[in-house]
């Protein structure tokens, strides 16, 4: 949980802002889009010269903005939310790189998190040319490709984009499952949520409106301590959220989900209102989630130098379980 050598002076920010900015004055955009700092704050930034549009410092707040401008802004002495940064690369090729992340890490930067993000930390260590080539949940931990020329991240992408790639997580399911489930059902907007990012399985009378999506659930053992049942996981196609979902439509959530525990995703809400880690973890059921990529297959012959399979080790706190 650290930032890298040299990441600890002021961290320079650089977007493109969107068509929603159009007319917005700058200092509204800077609160409404960046809500972790206070609105007087983003005032005393913009007075000390700490935004740009275009390359040019800019010292009135109530200037309107244009989408397409570039924004830069110097966050100062502003301090990152430590997360885990203990991940490590698993298997690399000359043009790509399979990397297993840690639960909590997220892949790019969030609204509070810059140089710890993985491929802040990927590029700082191996190269600004390294990109991944699809994605995981924050809150996921395990394989991440990565890419560095261009044939070899349009082959993975692709991939991906194609559903050529067999999937295998290891998750723990909250309660006892005795036998494999294969769960269909599409996944769309839950109406009416508290939290409006969750997902769910649709209705039948909403059939046709969500993305088509079918998970298998293989048991393999009962986890006393975790109050669950470890079970070998493939998602047939790649839906956001969409292992989490199915898990919690069966009556089974993921021990440690904080958005999907079957009770509208308290934890996560606990999360937002600023509980401690332990509070949270008390009310998802564990102190992660416990989701896993553990095993990405292609279906294709992969090009000269690509791998045809790669895995991750088993995650740190999972216990050893039968293939």
Excluded at 108 to 135: A, M, Y
């Amino acid at each position: 949980m650290a930032l890298l050598p040299g990441d600890d002076g002021p961290y320079v920010f650089g977007s493109v802002l969107p068509a929603s900015a159009k007319g917005m004055a700058l200092l509204d955009f800077l609160f409404t889009a960046y809500a972790y700092q206070s609105r007087a704050t983003w005032m005393e930034r913009i007075l000390a010269g700490a935004v740009s549009l275009d390359g040019v410092t800019v010292l009135d707040p109530t200037l309107p903005l244009r989408p397409g401008q570039g924004m830069s802004y110097a966050h100062g002495h502003y301090e990152e939310p430590q997360v885990p940064t203990d991940w490590k690369v698993v298997a690399q090729g000359e043009e790509w790189m399979a990397v297993d992340k840690p639960a909590g890490q997220p892949i790019h930067s969030t609204s509070r998190i810059f140089r710890q993000t993985l491929v802040w930390q990927v590029r700082k260590l191996h190269g600004k040319e390294w990109s991944p080539c699809h994605r995981l949940d924050r809150d996921t931990s395990g394989l991440v490709l990565f890419a560095r020329a261009k044939a070899a991240s349009s082959w993975l992408q692709g991939a991906f984009e194609k559903r050529r790639v067999r999937k295998e997580y290891l998750a723990c399911l909250r309660g006892n499952v005795t036998e494999s489930v294969l769960v269909d059902g599409e996944i769309g907007p839950e109406e009416g949520a508290e939290i409006r990012s969750r997902l769910c399985v649709l209705p039948p009378d909403k059939a046709g409106q969500g993305k088509e999506s079918q998970t298998l659930f293989v048991p393999l053992a009962w986890d006393e301590a975790l109050g669950g049942t470890w079970c070998r996981v493939h998602p047939h196609q790649g839906r956001r959220h969409q292992i989490r979902v199915h898990a919690q439509h069966i009556g089974n959530p993921l021990v440690g989900d904080p958005l999907y525990d079957g009770n509208g995703g308290q934890g996560y809400l606990a999360r937002l209102a600023g509980k401690t880690p332990e509070e949270v973890a008390a009310i998802s059921g564990g102190e992660r989630l416990w989701l896993h990529s553990c095993a990405l297959e292609f279906l294709d012959p992969a090009p000269a130098g690509l791998p045809n399979r790669v895995r991750a080790p088993r995650p740190a706190g999972a216990p050893l379980l039968p293939d």
